[in-house]
């Protein structure tokens, strides 16, 4: 887990223009917006099914019935 901190703090601004340029070359400046809706779509649909995976949750509770 160390590690993950360790390599984000090793990249600065030169290697992120690079990492730029390079989508932009493999991909070009008209699909990236297709991308990156994609993108957002996939992460709305994520947090929608986590969501509701503790709504199941929650209904599944067991209801007590009352002793006699």
Known sequence: MT?????????GPWQ???IVVIILLLFGGKKIPDLMRGLGEGIKEFKKATSEKDEVKEDEKPI???KK
């Open 3 to 11: 590690d993950i901190f360790v390599l984000g703090a090793m990249v």
């Open 16 to 18: 992120i223009v690079l």
């Open 64 to 66: 007590e019935e009352p």
